[in-house]
């Protein structure tokens, strides 16, 4: 514990009160180098390794080279990394120190979003004739331009779905965990072994009808026209949640594909409003028949227990969730939007890093998917 701490003189003394630890300095001529001039070693007091003067700068130091290694190292590993040093920070201690190490390493989250026109040039120029664009919301030329949202897809994922995946993409949304939000929208397709492909995504303010129509100009702009429903690409057909802004957004700018709705989404509406499981097991019977005989037998049955229930999946378009309407032409009978769900799980924690961290995150995983 510091008695005094002046240009002139520096004294410290032991903070157990009895012990006769205690240290004094004192500058020499130059006014810059101190002197100890007496110095008590000895401890008559209990040795504490408790230390309750580390700050959160000085643990951010501490873990900086460890969080290189282990990026995603909690709050318990914080707490065992500094027994070490006699150190037992308090949460609100560790979360900062985390929060320090993590800007360190990755940037800082303003910081991410001056760097993205460079970061994008550069793909432009070593992976040409990819996609990628950014869009800033400036109202007059005296207000400095914001962020609004961006677009990327690689050249490799357009060759990818083109000529070795199925014409069956799944749109989805997740919401960023950043101290900004916005959601990240992708659309992602299967490949021949049926495992996901991711072939576009997005960063943008908010999940819209704004938002999904400028997504699908570029979808539509870097994958090539999709004017013939039997073409190179289709028959074509998308899968969402059954949002209403998804809907509109693909028939005014893909009109030719067919759609489908996750059954999973629609299950879940469904036994919000309808209690019981022998109802939800019956929903799923009718969904994943493969013939209009199984369908009708599935409704017939659910029609007897809650005429209301029969009401509410009649009114939905059976083209979009009973799997016995589909494109055979197709080859894909998925009723539900897992392939996008896998996705947000694949992703795991760069949801909630920098803007630049995440978009090169997901640039490498894309890399890796395709090399393997």
């Known amino acids: 514990m510091r008695l005094k701490n002046e240009k002139s003189k520096v004294t410290a003394v032991c903070g157990v009160e009895g012990c006769k630890w ?43 080279p460890v969080m290189r290694i282990h990026p995603n190292m909690s709050t318990k590993g914080v707490e065992a990394k500094m027994i070490k040093y006699g150190v037992h920070p308090s949460k609100w201690q560790m979360y900062k120190a985390l929060t320090k190490a993590r800007n360190e390493i990755e940037g800082n989250h303003i910081e991410s979003y001056t760097k993205l026109p460079k970061y994008l040039e550069l793909i432009r120029k070593y992976n040409p004739q990819s996609i990628c664009k950014i869009h800033y919301d400036r109202p007059t030329l005296l207000v400095e331009p914001r962020f609004l949202r961006m677009f990327i897809s ?140 199984g369908h009708n037998e599935a409704m017939a049955s659910i029609k007897e227990l809650s005429v209301e229930a029969w009401k509410y999946l009649d009114k939905i378009s059976k083209t979009t969730w009973c799997r016995y309407t589909f494109n055979t032409g197709l080859k894909c009978d998925h009723v539900t939007n897992n392939c996008t769900e896998s996705f947000n799980a694949w992703i795991g924690e760069l949801r909630r890093k920098p803007i630049l961290t995440l978009v090169d995150g997901l640039r490498k995983k894309f890399m890796k998917k395709m090399h393997k």
């Open 22 to 64: 205690r240290i004094h300095a004192s500058p020499v001529a130059d006014s810059m180098t101190f002197m100890i001039k007496t110095y008590q070693g000895e401890h008559t007091c209990v040795m504490d390794r408790k230390n309750t003067e580390a700050t959160a700068d000085w643990i951010a130091k501490k873990l900086v």
């Open 154 to 293: 690689f050249k490799a994922q357009r060759s990818g779905f083109v000529e070795g995946c199925r014409p069956f993409v799944g749109f989805d949304g997740c919401f960023l965990k950043g101290p900004f939000g916005g959601v990240l929208l992708t659309a992602i397709t299967l490949d021949a072994n049926n495992s996901i492909f991711p072939i576009a995504f997005a960063v943008a303010e908010a999940e819209n009808k704004e938002t999904r129509s400028w997504f699908f100009h570029y979808f539509e702009e870097f994958l090539g026209s999709f004017t013939s429903e039997n073409g190179p690409h289709g028959p074509l057909t998308f899968m969402s949640d059954r949002q209403k802004g998804m809907n509109i957004a693909y028939e005014e700018k893909v009109p030719v594909a067919s759609g489908r709705h996750c059954c999973r989404r629609i299950c879940s509406n469904f036994k919000a409003q309808f209690l019981g499981i022998l109802l939800s097991n019956l929903f799923w019977r009718a969904a994943k028949s493969f013939d209009v005989a």
